[in-house]
Each structure stands twice: as structure tokens, then as C-alpha cells.
């Protein structure tokens, strides 16, 4: 079975610039997570879907920061315009439903972005 | 608030010795408690996750982990640690309402040969 899938790896921008990551959950997984990895530090939650909406978005800064999920599988997260402090791994994880028996997360290889 | 600390940056052992990657916690009520492991320029793995019954919990390549209620902690063991076996190493909790992961700041583990 096919995991998380995420493109691009790798992404370098200058600052002010656009940018979007792209994500692929697990088949049959409903739930879907954005999560920022600052280094040397654990993942940080940005957004949570359930299906197409969000259900956890309380860590997003949504003056910059948008997420879609329109079909309720694919998912796409962009940063416009992009600031310095935003380099870091972006990293996209599904589950079954939160809360339910098989609720772990699984983690897609993330995109690094470097904002210069 | 939902909190998990790893006390330890590093932790350095020779192959084929036990280890240990230290994890407490701080949740209100029952615990849901995760191991991960990142590989470089990788995503995280799922090693482990303790819900409830047994307090030692066996996982993905050979590792366990046990769960201590008094001590609020969830540490990371493998009997005889292997080379391949160094790598990033985050433990995660949230609550039983469902609310995201809190992860550690991680613990970079080195088997040396």
C-alpha cells in the first residue's frame, strides 16, 4: 500500500514569493494533517481535515496561510507571500478518524522549504 | 495543556548494548502515547503507540516501550541497539478527546560500531 505522498521534496524561494505543497493522504484515510518542523524541533500541528473540512485550524496563520482539501483526498497548502521565518519541513500525515482505534498518524517524507 | 519533554539532546551507545531515549508527559486524563523515528531527509516513521492495557508496548524493529503512570513517562528501549538504529527519535501524547499530536523536541540517537 502506497503512503503519504508530498511533493515537491524541495523547494527554494525568495521571500515574498508564492508558494504550494501538494499532499496525497492513504487511501481510505479521512483525516488529514499539515504539521510545520522547524529545526531541531518536533512537528508543530497547522491544520487538521476531517474529510473536506477544517476541523483544527487554530495554529494556521491565516494572513499568509491557506489550505484546501476539496474532494476530501488530495490536499494543498500555500503560503503567500512567503517570509524568511517560514523556512522549515512542511509535513503532511492522514489517519483514519480521530479518536477511533486506528487513529495513527502516518507521515509523508515532507517538503523542505528555504525562503531566502 | 498537553506537554511532553525529552530530557536528552543525545544519546550515544555502542551496538549491540541496551538503550534507552527518555520521555515524560503532562495530559489531562488517559494518556495516548506515540514513538517516531526520522531518518534524515525523511518523513517520521511510527515506531509504537501505547492506548491502554499492557504497560510495555512492543513495536517496529525490536523496539518497546513502557508505560508508568506514577512517573508520567513513556520511555523508548531496545534490548541490543544496532548501528542502523540512529536516527531522530520524537515522543508524541495527546488526550483521549481527540486533539492533535504534541511532540518532544526529539533525541537524536548514535549506535556506534
Known amino acids: 500500500e502506497a503512503g503519504v505522498v508530498q511533493s515537491p521534496r524541495y523547494k527554494i524561494i525568495e521571500k515574498k514569493q508564492p508558494v504550494a505543497f501538494w499532499c496525497n493522504p492513504i487511501s481510505g484515510h479521512n483525516t488529514l494533517y499539515w504539521y510545520r518542523q522547524n529545526l531541531g524541533q518536533g512537528p508543530e500541528l497547522l491544520i487538521r481535515y476531517e474529510n473536506e473540512e477544517a476541523v483544527d485550524d487554530s495554529q494556521l496563520p491565516k494572513d499568509r496561510f491557506s489550505a484546501e482539501r476539496l474532494k476530501g483526498v488530495d490536499s494543498t497548502l500555500k503560503i503567500q507571500p512567503a517570509e524568511l521565518g517560514d523556512s522549515a519541513v512542511y509535513l503532511c500525515?492522514?489517519?483514519?478518524?480521530?479518536?477511533?482505534?486506528?487513529?495513527?498518524?502516518?507521515f509523508g517524507p515532507g517538503t523542505r522549504l528555504t525562503v531566502l | 495543556a498537553q506537554s511532553v519533554a525529552q530530557p536528552e539532546d543525545q544519546v550515544n551507545v555502542a551496538e549491540g548494548n541496551p538503550l534507552t531515549v527518555k520521555c515524560t508527559y503532562s495530559?489531562?486524563?488517559?494518556?495516548?502515547l506515540f514513538w517516531y523515528v526520522q531518518y534524515p531527509n525523511r518523513g517520521l516513521q511510527f515506531l509504537l503507540k501505547?492506548?491502554?492495557?499492557?504497560?510495555l508496548v512492543k513495536g517496529s524493529y525490536g523496539f518497546e516501550a513502557e508505560f508508568n503512570k506514577s512517573q508520567t513517562s513513556f520511555h523508548l528501549k531496545k534490548p541490543s541497539a544496532l548501528v542502523s538504529d540512529s536516527a531522530l527519535y520524537f515522543c508524541a501524547v495527546r488526550d483521549q478527546a481527540g486533539t492533535a499530536l504534541i511532540f518532544g523536541k526529539g533525541t537524536t540517537l548514535s549506535v556506534s560500531s
Open positions: 500525515a492522514s489517519s483514519l478518524p480521530l479518536g477511533g482505534p486506528g487513529d495513527t498518524q502516518y
Open positions: 501505547y492506548i491502554t492495557g499492557d504497560n
Open positions: 495530559v489531562s486524563g488517559n494518556p495516548y
